[in-house]
């Protein structure tokens, strides 16, 4: 799982697929790996959010060919050195988003801790292989 969480931390940008009433949804988004656990954070009227009440079951996919990895699980709230973690991270990447919130022209975030199930990695670097299948 090492492998999968050192290329989380190399890269910023997943894919999260959500899902309520039968109805499937993706959405571009950045992630912040925090010790072992990846966290992200959207606006609570999102519909993302809206989503992860109803239903908190997901699946995560970040590329940056030729490796990618997704990851199947749930999600959960994170405690507040996790919160205040991303924040310092997130912030550092995007100074603007810290003065939106500061300024308050960004609503505040609602956190989720990817909880992870089962892992998808794959490394083309050397040629296709079969997919890697971390159960957790």
Do not use: W
């Amino acid at each position: 799982m090492e492998k999968v969480l050192q290329f989380l931390r190399e890269n910023l940008v997943c894919c999260l697929a959500t899902c309520s009433n039968g109805k499937p949804r993706a959405s571009a988004m950045e992630y912040v790996v925090v010790g072992d656990n990846i966290l992200f954070a959207t606006d609570g009227d999102s519909i993302k959010a809206a989503n992860l009440k109803s239903n908190n079951k997901i699946s995560f996919s970040a590329n940056a060919m030729p490796k990618f990895v997704t990851i199947d699980g749930t999600t959960a709230t994170p405690n507040e050195d996790e919160i205040n973690t991303y924040n310092k991270i997130l912030f550092e990447r995007h100074p603007e988003f810290k003065e939106m919130v500061e300024k308050g022209m960004m609503k505040p975030f609602v956190y989720f801790k990817l909880i992870p199930e089962v892992v998808y990695y794959n490394d083309y670097s050397a040629g296709m292989r079969p997919t890697e299948v971390i159960k957790l």
